[in-house]
């Protein structure tokens, strides 16, 4: 069974740290593109991280550059989201997707993937 499982959410001060972890199961995820999503009330999702396999390329959304970092464990089939100087704004809750490339794809579009986490609540407190 494909499944993708987020963990690490929670409440966290402003200037404050959170990791999150994103398991995958029933599939190879380093073989996959990657996307971190995340979705505050009453907005559109927004792309914060996408992650090319075809050629490794990686994107930050402009509001969360140099506090963001992608990482992965291939050993774990895991990849992770470091979010450091988290903000109120940043509130929101998180989905990792993945999808298998295709000749033609844009790795920072939702629709793109196929394959979604269940989200994990992130809340910043000012």
């Known amino acids: 069974q494909v499944q993708l499982v987020e963990s690490g959410g929670g409440l966290v001060q402003s200037g404050g740290s959170l990791r999150l972890s994103c398991a995958a199961s029933?599939?190879?995820?380093?073989?996959?593109?990657i996307g971190w999503f995340r979705q505050a009330p009453g907005k559109e999702r927004e792309g914060v991280l996408c992650i090319s396999h075809s050629d490794g390329s990686t994107y930050y959304a402009d509001s969360v550059k140099g506090r963001f970092t992608g990482s992965r464990d291939n050993a774990k089939n895991t990849v992770y989201l470091e979010m450091n100087s988290l903000k109120p704004e940043d509130t929101a809750v998180y989905y990792c997707a993945a999808f298998f490339p295709r000749p033609v794809q844009d790795v920072c579009v939702s629709y793109e993937y196929d394959y979604w986490g269940q989200g994990t609540q992130v809340t910043v407190s000012s």
């Open positions: 029933g599939f190879t995820l380093e073989y996959y593109n």
